[in-house]
Every structure is written in structure tokens, then in C-alpha cells.
């Protein structure tokens, strides 16, 4: 795929975000690996004003943090390309405020396996990064330890994080995590919440190799 594609995918998912209400203002960021590249939302640039051009590129294996273009990169573009680094089979990484999984990041909560489709998460519980500095490597360990064995996590006090194939399964990736986040929430305030078996969960998992969006058309 052509690098200015990729662009307007991250631009165009970027402000669904915004209209999903999972984003608001210039919060959140989404990246896409190209080769030896990441490209990244540019930093403090709402999704009403943001154009494809203004899109960062960094290099997959720079650390310094160096950048080709005029705008600089999300600040929080090392956990981002720490996380392509260690998931080979992922190519978009999305990170947004969404309003459910805030709130359970800001009480420090994971998500158990209240619904079946926790499975797509490759995962029995989402869990909870560490709070640190917004920005900083010690973040990115947070996440990527969270995230050891999952394509997802919620970062406290903070956010959410979900890694997919392209940038479409991430974006769905998203979406499924803060439906589960809510109705995590609301099962809290009616009750109980019956949590779903690991057996379970990998019994569902067996059925979801094609479940879910593929390629983009």
C-alpha cells in the first residue's frame, strides 16, 4: 500500500474516533507500520483539523525519537512503536480516552471474562498498565508488560490500547473493548457480574480465526 493510502487511513480513523465519541479534542493517537516505518497522528492536532500531510513517519528501530516532516509525533509515539516492535503480526496500534474504559482505567480495574467475546482479545482479562508519565519510556514498559500475552490493556488513569492486523481490525478491536468496558460497568452497579470460565473463553476462541473484519476492501 501506497504511503499517501496509509495516511488518510490513519487521518480517517482518527477522526472516527472523534465522531464515535471515543476521542475528544487532540486526546488519543493511532499509528501504522510501513516497513521499516511507523506512522503516527501528528502532536496537539484535533481530528476536525488534522490532514493527511501532517501525519508523522518515524523509523520502526530509532529510539531518539526522529522524525521526517513538520509536525512532531504524538507524544506517546514509543509505546506505540515498542508495541509493532514486539508484535510482529500487528501493523496498527489505536489509543484513545474512551469514556468506559477511563473509567475503569482511573479505578484501576480490569475487565474479566464477562462476555464471550472477551476471545478477541486473546485474552481471560484485560488488564490494567501501571500509571506513569504520559509520553515516557517507563509508560511504554507499562503497556507492553500489560499487554504480554494480549492485543489490548487499559492504562490507568488514562485510556485504553489495542493492537490489530490492519488498521480496521484495530478500529474494531477498539470499539468491542469499550462495548465490554461498558457493560462491565453497568453489570457492576445491577450486580454481580458472572465471570465466563477460561475453557470458555478458549472455546469461543477456536471459532474466531475468520470472525471479525479482515483486509480493508
Request: charged fraction near 20%; charge should be negative.
Amino acid at each position: 500500500m501506497k504511503e499517501a493510502d496509509i495516511r488518510k487511513q490513519v487521518v480517517a480513523a482518527y477522526k472516527e474516533l472523534d465522531r464515535d465519541g471515543m476521542n475528544k479534542g487532540s486526546s488519543g493517537n493511532i499509528s501504522l507500520r510501513l516497513g521499516d516505518y511507523i506512522l503516527i497522528t501528528p502532536s496537539g492536532i484535533p481530528a476536525n483539523l488534522m490532514e493527511p500531510d501532517q501525519v508523522v513517519k518515524l523509523r520502526l528501530k530509532d529510539d531518539t525519537g526522529a522524525y521526517d516532516g513538520h509536525f512532531k509525533p504524538s507524544t506517546e509515539w514509543r509505546f506505540h512503536r515498542d508495541i509493532l516492535l514486539s508484535k510482529p503480526k500487528s501493523n496498527a496500534v489505536v489509543h484513545s480516552h474512551a469514556p468506559f474504559c477511563t473509567i475503569l482505567s482511573i479505578l484501576h480495574k480490569s475487565i474479566p471474562a464477562v462476555h464471550y467475546m472477551m476471545a478477541c482479545f486473546e485474552t481471560t482479562e484485560v488488564k490494567v498498565a501501571n500509571y506513569e508519565n504520559y509520553g515516557t519510556t517507563e509508560l511504554s514498559n507499562a503497556v507492553l508488560q500489560a499487554m504480554d500475552g494480549a492485543n489490548c490493556c487499559l492504562m490507568a488513569n488514562h485510556g485504553m490500547v489495542v493492537a490489530g492486523e490492519n488498521i480496521k481490525h484495530a478500529m474494531w478491536l477498539a470499539g468491542q473493548l469499550e462495548l465490554i468496558a461498558s457493560q462491565y460497568y453497568y453489570s457492576i452497579l445491577a450486580g454481580k457480574p458472572h465471570i465466563l470460565s477460561d475453557a470458555q473463553i478458549a472455546d469461543t476462541a477456536k471459532s474466531f480465526a475468520t470472525y471479525g473484519p479482515q483486509e480493508l476492501p
